[in-house]
């Protein structure tokens, strides 16, 4: 890619975009980076506001992706020349309740900015790719034998989110069949870390941890979950940009399958043991019991997601480094500070 890419990053002041923003405009000074985001309840809009005071080599641009008209003007005036698309509505419980905003943002606004790339492009260059973000949801879930998700897994989402998420993948694998539109997917598994929205299971156990609050935990917590650290995460969406083959998806996984309630049980350990009593002993059943509140499971509820990732490792030599305790201690002191 040239040295000074314009580059649209969508959903820049999300939990996943605004790393994904720093970690851009750190390590690639040279590009020209626009931050697009409407600033929904889980955007953080501090973070977006200081960008371009932290970065010369950022702009930023309060556009909702649904206005079609709106987005192709940006195009058309911006001339981008490859687009890191994570502008999503996520939240599987919202989307069961309020189906509709999930597939006029993640299905319509992913189709207006396919759109505004054809447009612009007409005739592709080497350096115009269109990279869409995805989740490991799409795939629908596993039972405990079966083999982790591959990238030519069949899809059968479970729920309006993840039904949302695989027609929007459809339509980029579409928008390359039809138009020749250079694109590149990749589904990845449960992200966490820093800056991630209350709503998530980790920062809401960990916020309920610190506030003397019970950890509610969908049925008996014994679905299964794929941990991604969200800095592993970002290592893995800059080598898909710049050494993925075009037209190809990729997964991201963490290597870290763990129920639910072990997760939780592992934030306790950490919140008991590193994070306020400091003896080193790890707590008995029933004080876990003591920070637990077993609630309605939820509608649908996939009980299993795994991911392969062995095309992206061996392809590229991208596999995650942050081990999920590690990550889990990082996520948890960042809340702990941000209390403070």
Known sequence: MKKDLKLLITGGAGFIGSHVVEFFAENYPDYQITVLDSITYAADEEFFKNLEGRYPNVVTMREDIRDGKAINKTFEYMKFDAVIHLAAESHVDNSIDSPNIFVETNVMGTLNLLNAAKNVWGKPTV???????????????????????????????????????????????????????PIL?????????????????????????LTGKKIPVYGKGENIRDWLYVGDHVEAINTILHYGRRGETYNIGGDSETRNIDIVKDLIEIHLVDGINNDKEIPSASTYQSYIEFVEDRKGHDFRYAINHDKLTRETGWKPSVELRAGLKITYDYYKNKLK
């Open 185 to 209: 997917i990749s589904n990845c598994s449960n992200n966490y870390g820093e800056r991630q929205h209350i709503e998530k299971l980790l920062p809401k156990a960990i916020t309920n941890l």
């Open 127 to 181: 350096d115009n790719v269109f990279y869409h973000i995805s989740t490991d949801e799409v795939y629908g879930h596993l039972g405990l034998d079966d083999h982790a998700f591959r990238e030519d897994t069949a899809y059968d989402p479970h729920s309006p989110y993840s039904a949302s998420k695989a027609s929007s993948d459809h339509m980029v694998r579409a928008f390359h069949a039809t138009h020749n539109l």
